[in-house]
């Protein structure tokens, strides 16, 4: 299991657990440290900046060798706080960052001034040719397996789609629940693979046992896409509110969304409502659940401690 990813952040296994809005915290990111695998954090998961900054502090005390850590941005308009939380990670440090939503030229200027790695979300071709010529580290490569915001391509097709005509590393995200998975990903041509899902039913996540136990009771087949969170399709548990509510979004989400003038303002709307709608779910037990995962939840039968499930993707 050893190549690319490996060696650019000097772990012994090519599996980074991703980074997951509201579920990932220094504990976890700590414990797949031991396991020898990279593990990331959402900035967004800290109110403030200098809760950020005394996270990314701990993590430096608890730095393993063999392991690796990293935070997430969203660097688009939406996320108003992006420029100081990229100033906080670089004055602190830490060893990549991995960019979503938007153009990630000013982080990876800003990043590679102070050594640290970066790695870009992209679901197809055109975005990785723009990102690897912005001079991205690697690649994350986000297939129509992934939980959250997905790509449309299968795994297969995305890695070798990209694997062709990129020069860089390519880390598959999506679809890894077990060893297989992780094995299968290698043998298409990925560096390495960012999972997440399955380490939503950890004991050191932030997040309620409901959700936890929920990854536990459904599988893959519980899985549906939503476009009621933050305006783009989202997988989500299939529980019985979901179904309640519906998956598609309002006539007047469509109709503003199509307005040049509102479109924009619509988007960010969306996201702030998304993201509190996620938050709620997250960390409160009620009957209006909107529980985000990946299909690779059909590999998780029980809540278990972090480094136990890193060991079953190790193998």
Same mark, same amino acid.
């Given at each position: /299991? ?30 797949? /440290? ?25 993590? #430096? ?17 939406? =996320?108003?706080?992006? #420029? ?75 890695? =070798? ?23 299968? /990903? ?81 988007? /960010? ?31 998780? =039968? ?14």
């Amino acid at each position: /299991m050893k190549g690319e990813l490996t060696e650019l952040l000097k772990i012994k296994y090519p599996i980074i657990q991703a980074p997951m809005f509201l579920v990932s915290n220094v504990d976890m990111v700590t414990e797949a /440290m031991k396991s020898g695998i990279a593990g990331c954090i959402p900035a967004l998961n800290y109110r403030t900046l200098e809760e950020l900054r005394s996270a990314l502090k701990s993590l #430096k005390k608890e730095k393993i060798e063999g392991g690796s850590f990293g935070f997430n941005l969203i660097v688009n308009k939406s =996320n108003v706080k992006y #420029k100081k939380q990229l100033e906080v990670i670089c004055e602190e440090g830490c060893d990549f960052i991995i960019t979503s939503l938007g153009s990630p030229e000013e982080t990876i200027k800003q990043a590679h001034r102070v050594d640290i790695k970066v790695f870009c979300d992209v679901v197809d071709l055109k975005f990785a040719k723009k990102v690897e010529g912005l001079g991205a580290d690697a690649i994350i490569a986000v297939n129509n397996q992934a939980g959250g915001h997905r790509g449309n391509k299968t795994p297969k097709e995305l890695i =070798n789609e990209l694997s062709s005509n990129c020069s860089i590393p390519i880390i598959s995200a999506g679809g890894v629940g077990c060893n297989e998975d992780v094995l299968r /990903m290698l043998s298409y041509g990925a560096a390495g693979v960012s999972v997440g899902s399955p380490f939503i039913a950890s004991v050191e996540a932030n997040v309620t046992n409901e959700y936890k136990q929920a990854c536990v009771t459904y599988g893959a087949k519980d899985i549906v896409m939503t476009e009621r969170i933050s305006g783009t399709p989202c997988t989500v548990i299939n529980t019985p509110y979901v179904k309640k509510i519906g998956t598609k979004a309002t006539w007047i989400e469509n109709l503003l969304n199509k307005n040049r003038k509102f479109k924009k303002w619509v988007k /960010m709307i969306r996201f702030s409502i998304g993201m509190n709608a996620t938050k709620n779910a997250a960390t409160k037990a009620t009957y209006k659940t909107v529980w985000v995962a990946g299909p690779s939840i059909e590999h998780t =039968n029980e809540i278990l401690p972090t480094q136990d499930i890193a060991n079953r993707l190790i193998g």
